[in-house]
């Protein structure tokens, strides 16, 4: 099991856990099995969803993940392309962003 620390602010606290986390977003047409799909491939990958909100507008599916990937059993940018290899194999958009860095992009 990895050992890591917790991010708190600036300052880390040894011998504490870093929880790394990760946004997970699908687009596409809604279709059976889509939600399914997604959180199989997360759970063989060691990836666990700690928070998730999906809607279908009409006939168009939209889910946002966060996900914690401290426990992941490959590559991050291995996941990456898993996840977008799925959702090309189901006509659905499927991203992967760390954390921080999504958290930079949409920071004022």
Do not use: W
């Not at 917790?6 to 880390?12: D, F, L, M, P, Y």
């Not at 059976?32 to 006939?59: F, H, P, R, W």
């Not at 599916?61 to 590559?75: R, V």
Request: aromatic share 8%; proline share 1%.
């Amino acid at each position: 099991m990895p050992v890591f620390f917790e991010k708190i602010g600036t300052n880390v606290k040894k011998g504490m856990v870093i929880r790394m986390k990760a946004v997970i977003t699908v687009t596409g047409k809604d279709g059976v099995g889509i939600v399914a799909k997604t959180s199989t491939m997360c759970a063989e990958y060691g990836v666990n969803i700690v928070d998730i909100s999906q809607s279908v507008l009409g006939e168009y599916f939209a889910m946002i993940m966060i996900a914690d990937i401290s426990g992941m059993t490959l590559q991050f940018s291995s996941f990456v392309d898993k996840a977008r290899d799925l959702g090309t194999s189901c006509g659905l958009s499927i991203s992967v962003m760390h954390e921080e860095i999504f958290n930079t992009m949409h920071h004022i």
